[in-house]
């Protein structure tokens, strides 16, 4: 697609303006990175939500164009998040490394980096950031490269979550992933069916830990999601267009529960 041939280029631009090497270097001079697990917290949380943080989407544009991260995520905390998804795509979700920063900045749950991740060099970006995990889209690279990737990230103290568009991609799944997420949005169209997620819980490890993402904006589909096997919501414009990310997450968690 055109995000990720997109994106193939961008990281070429940023190797030449800082090889590899010295990511490695300053890795390897960087001690105590904090790290929180996201498998843990969404086994133990009452809500499993991961809220995201992101200013705009290719497909309804900019949702909260003056966003502060540091303030949204510590927000998001607050109000009950199991953990916190920061898409770092500048060109078509508004964000960037700098995001991840500010959030790990300002809260003690885990925060995952969201982007289209086409090269090792993405993973260290994003353990040098202090991401606790990072996501891995199959319809963005070969089964190859999820193998190689989610090794790397392992080796890396990085949790992958294998994100999953459709049941052709569960050929994806290995013995290493443990936290599967169903898209329930269609790449093609940006249309949203919920019932995805319904459909391909029976082809998933039962061992692994499930997120549904995407579209949900009702409460009593994820009491629906998390009784079918579900423990974790990926939901991010739902909140963000609010205005006041933090006070509809806290209410959302309000209605789930009742």
Known sequence: SEIIAHKKIEVAERKTHLPLVELERELADTKDIPFWSLKSALERSSSGIIAEFKRRSPSKGWLHQTANAAEVTRAYEMAGAAGLSVLTD???FGGGMGDVQQAIGSVKIPVMRKEFIV???QL???KLAGASAVLLIAAAITREE???LTTLAHELGLEVLLELHDEREVEYITSMHSLIGVNNRNL???VTNLQKSFRMIDLLPK???LV???GISDAKIVRELRDAGYKGFLIGEYFMKSGQPG???KEFIEEINR
């Open 207 to 209: 061992e692994a830990v």
């Open 146 to 148: 999820c193998s190689r």
């Open 119 to 121: 090269d090792g060099y």
């Open 124 to 126: 260290f970006e994003a």
């Open 188 to 190: 093609g169209s940006f």
């Open 247 to 249: 006070v509809s997450l």
């Open 90 to 92: 500048r060109k078509y």
């Open 212 to 214: 549904s993402e995407s």
